[in-house]
């Protein structure tokens, strides 16, 4: 009996009456997990496509696969380059993992790095799954709906936005937080106008922000501190980052101490290719966020300061540095809490790049940005396509006015 048969089988037991009724939204989370739904819209008037939901999430995530891929090697690099030039003595399960299978720490293996990398990911992301995971199936079985596809996504973006050397149980808090919070108080999926990941991360980044941020956060070694290009821009001008944590290619190609999935530029950019070429995302948003963050960094520049470094540093360091490409691609296009309309995105997009900008330069007290610009921009997105939908209501009135 193959797999198919089995879910044929079982599924009265999970349906209205069966014995297991009450997890129905179990069985179907599972079974649609292996399985293409059998269920499609087949008539008329019902909008039609020929991506589903669990397919659109899918491409998502494989659009994350270019960014896990590098910040994984990346954090293992910082992590054993800092090894090497401290001469500090490794400890901990990762240390005994490494040393047991010979793999080791040198900065100048590639697979070294990865692995080493690897295993800061690994927990933090089985927490995320597991933590948010209950509290989506509690919800699910309490309110009877399916489990929806939307939290793949949401669990890998949360784990690629923390650095490597977060507590687990502050994951687990974070996600739950995320969950119930960002989405669920609202009624789930699709009626959430908070990223639920950015929301999780906000969570801790104010509940705990001796462990996400500073300079003690990013470089996965015990007693060895190295700060962000932020941080250094904001203190000495982005003049010293070419002596300190790499040049303009280094920061691009992301060869910087930073969060797992949000250092390097090139690989995300590479997922937005994609996304664009499967049309998941709407070029209008990410394009909106680049004109906003050019203007204002352009405007900044001109204006000028002699106490602040931050409104002298160019618009594409902005660019390469901090969650800038990561918030921009897989945070910013989210279709839930994004704005809907063609011009709403204009605006939405250069919001967020208008707010990352200054919350950079001109609050001292947080040099990172990107994702308060994210959640502002979440907030008045309903509102902005409130007010493009008003504006053509009464174009059109006026046109066909008698």
């Not at 104010?206 to 250094?232: K, N």
């Not at 939908?389 to 174009?395: F, G, L, M, S, T």
Request: proline share 5%; hydrophobic share 50%.
């Amino acid at each position: 009996m193959g797999a198919r048969d089995f879910f044929d089988r079982i599924e009265p037991q999970f349906e209205k009456g069966g014995k297991y009724e009450k997890y129905f939204p179990i069985y179907e989370m599972v079974e649609s997990f292996l399985f293409t739904p059998k269920t499609v819209t087949t008539a008329a008037p019902h909008a039609r496509s020929y991506i589903d939901m669990k397919r659109i999430m899918i491409y998502v995530v494989l659009a994350t696969f270019p960014a896990i891929l590098l910040g994984l090697w990346n954090v293992g690099l910082q992590a054993n380059e800092a090894l090497a030039v401290s001469g500090i003595d490794p400890t901990g399960w990762r240390a005994w993992v490494l040393s047991a299978t010979g793999i080791g720490f040198n900065p100048a293996n590639h697979f070294a790095n990865f692995i080493h990398g690897f295993l800061y990911f690994l927990p933090i992301y089985v927490v995320t799954v597991v933590a948010g995971g209950i509290c989506e199936v509690i919800f699910s079985v309490v309110r009877g709906h399916e489990v929806n596809e939307g939290f793949l996504v949401t669990s890998m973006l949360y784990a690629l936005i923390l650095p490597a050397t977060v507590p687990l149980w502050q994951v687990a808090l974070g996600i739950i937080f995320g969950v119930i919070i960002g989405k669920e108080v609202f009624g789930g999926t699709g009626k959430n106008f908070l990223n639920p990941a950015l929301t999780a991360r906000a969570f801790l980044y104010f509940a705990y922000p001796a462990q996400m941020s500073g300079d003690s956060v990013w470089i996965a070694v015990d007693g060895y501190t190295g700060a962000t290009s932020l941080a250094i821009a904001a203190s000495d001008g982005f003049q010293e980052l070419a002596g300190t944590t790499g040049t303009w290619w280094d920061h691009f190609w992301g060869f910087i101490p930073g969060s797992m999935g949000e250092t390097s530029t090139a690989a995300i950019l590479l997922g937005l290719v994609f996304l664009l070429a499967t049309k998941i995302v709407n070029w209008r948003i990410p394009a909106g966020v680049m004109l906003g963050t050019i203007a204002f960094t352009l405007l900044l520049n001109f204006i000028g300061s002699d106490t602040n470094p931050m409104f002298a540093m160019p618009w594409h360091w902005h660019l390469v540095m901090g969650g800038f490409a990561f918030g921009m691609v897989f945070m910013a296009t989210e279709p839930v809490s994004a704005s809907h309309t063609n011009a709403g995105r204009w605006i939405y997009g250069a919001l967020i790049g208008f707010m990352v900008v200054m919350i950079r330069v001109i609050n001292p007290a947080f040099p990172e940005g990107m994702m308060l610009a994210i959640l502002f921009g979440n907030v008045f997105a309903p509102l902005i396509d409130y007010f493009v939908v008003q504006a053509n209501i009464r174009r059109r009135a006026r046109r066909h006015a008698v």
